[in-house]
């Protein structure tokens, strides 16, 4: 690692300071999380600090063109972020060069950091949730300290689906018509990535919307459970825990994204308790998301649980293949780029675990394709996802597929791998390779050597003789399609 005072921005010496450095560590923790993996380990990862001059912050990147896809991308975020940390910063610049490198290669949770974010905030003038609500003011941004309303969250670009056409609904409803009986407090849950956030965006967005439309002002403070408690602790810090109450208590609408971050934060928890019930007493909306439904999020408060799950209780659930793909158009089609049916259906087939992760793949192809002036096709797909694909492979391994196989084909699992070439035996063989390289990710050559190092040309041939096999004769389609479903159930 270089020493702070090599750091050179375009001739001139900045050392960033200690404080620079954490408020950069917290900026990055949180694009990561926004992000996704997938994403970030694309185009974020190499990011570092230049350093800082007056209201203006550097990040530096090694490439040109890292540094334009970044700037375009998430440049807005950035400095959207780095405001929300440190109100005194009024711009991020992005540009080529070397840097600080992170403190430490996988940045610390959140929560790890909790002593830096208490003295940024004291930093920051007095309480904030004032400016919470009025950053919804903001034109594109809603942008205040505490808030930070991302503009592609809207309820035009959520697709809607089974697994959350219900969530979806009842956002909508409390979107149109706040405080409405029955929908108070909103409890929407889901697993990572499932879009919780995004609804909650889209609501506040909403209630921002019909404001401008002539309708009665509404107030809406948006912010995680995590600001929520650096700003009650900071609030403690300034003896401003009336001021912070007051305000809290003056909003319309009260969300509070990520609610399971109060797991354990006794304080937090009573406070955030106390201001619910105000508000509630008092005919204002309260909206929550969390990773879990009321009765299982263990470790809050019963009082606390039972009345979350007083209203209405919306479920995000796992997605659906079909619902991957309509995501999967919709955002295709608002990159206008053309995607082949085919890699949507392979995407959509291999990478099941949240939509981040899925759009990540998806942004990650369309890079590519740009940059290399490429057709975006099947193999160029499995080339540049290749890591994404052998992370979300379904544990399927070669060995097993050659275990079942040689099990329903009745021979000896050493036949995998030998030089018998009796029909029997290579049938088999050829119907495990086939079934290798459609279950997981491995290259011919890799199936080809876990098959008694056969060549990736052999590979490649049992593959389109099998195929060949399936389409003439029903039987043994069956049959492969029954091994098939057997190792991906
Ligand atoms: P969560 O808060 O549940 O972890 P997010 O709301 O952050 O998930 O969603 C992750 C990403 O997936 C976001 O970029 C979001 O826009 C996208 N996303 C989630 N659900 C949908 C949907 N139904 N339609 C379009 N994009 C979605
Ligand atoms: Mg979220």
Redesign the pocket.
């Known amino acids: 690692m270089r020493a702070a005072s090599d750091i050179r921005v375009e001739g001139s010496e900045i050392v960033p300071p200690a404080e620079l450095a954490a408020e950069w560590s917290r900026v990055r923790t949180r694009l990561q999380n ?1 992000v ?1 993996e997938v994403e970030y380990r694309t185009w974020l990862r190499q990011l570092s600090l230049g350093g800082a001059d007056g209201d203006e912050v550097t990040v530096l990147l090694p490439t040109r063109f890292l540094r334009d896809w970044v700037r375009s991308h998430y440049g807005d975020r950035l400095s959207a972020l780095w405001q929300s940390e440190n109100n005194r910063v009024r711009r991020v610049d992005i540009r080529v060069g070397q840097g600080v490198q992170p403190l430490a290669p996988s940045v610390a949770p959140p929560h790890s950091t909790a002593p830096a974010d208490i003295t940024a905030l004291t930093d920051n003038a007095g309480v904030a949730i004032p400016s919470a609500v009025d950053g919804l003011d903001d034109k594109n941004e809603g942008r205040g300290d505490g808030i930070v309303l991302d503009p ?2 809207t309820f035009d ?5 089974k697994p ?1 056409e219900f969530a979806f609904a009842c956002a909508s409803r409390v979107a149109d018509q706040p405080s409405s009986p029955g929908f108070n407090p909103l409890f929407l849950y ?10 909650m965006h889209a609501v506040a967005w909403k209630l921002q919307t019909s404001r401008r439309a002539g309708a009665p002002a509404v107030s809406v403070a948006y912010m995680s459970a995590e600001k929520f408690m650096y700003k009650f602790i900071a609030a403690i810090r300034n003896q401003s825990t009336i001021e912070f109450k007051d305000n809290l208590r003056s909003v319309d609408v009260l969300m509070i ?2 609610l399971q971050f109060l797991i354990g934060k006794d304080n937090t928890q009573e406070e955030f308790f106390h201001t619910f019930n105000a508000l509630v007493d008092a005919g204002k909306q309260i909206v929550v ?1 969390a990773d879990k439904s009321p009765s299982d999020l263990s470790g809050l408060e019963d009082r606390l649980r039972t009345r979350l799950g007083c209203g209405m209780v919306a479920d ?1 659930h796992a997605t659906t293949f079909e ?1 991957r793909i309509s ?1 999967l158009e ?2 295709a089609a608002k990159a206008s780029v053309s995607v082949p049916p085919r890699v949507l259906e392979f995407l959509a087939h291999k990478i099941t675990s ?3 992760e899925l ?1 990540g793949a998806l942004n990650r192809l369309v890079a590519h394709s740009a940059l290399f002036q490429r057709p975006i096709t099947l193999e160029t797909t499995q080339e540049v996802l290749h890591d994404i694909l052998r992370a979300h492979d379904r544990r399927v391994t070669i060995e097993e597929i050659q275990r079942k196989v040689a099990e329903h084909y009745n021979i000896r699992l050493t036949d995998m791998a030998s030089a018998r070439r009796a029909r029997n035996v290579a049938r088999p063989r050829q119907v495990a390779m086939f079934l290798a390289k459609q279950l997981t990710s491995r290259s011919l050559p890799e199936i080809g050597r876990k098959f008694g190092n056969r060549d990736h040309t052999t590979v490649m041939h049992a593959v389109s003789r099998v195929s060949g096999l399936m389409e003439g004769d029903s039987a043994f389609a069956e049959d492969v399609e029954l091994l098939r479903r057997m190792l991906e159930s």
Do not use: P, Q, W
């Open positions: 926004e996704g592609r969250y670009t959520f697709v809607v689906g959350n889901g697993g990572v990535g499932l879009g919780k956030t995004h609804l994204d990520d998301s995000l619902l995501i919709a955002k949240n939509i981040r759009e």
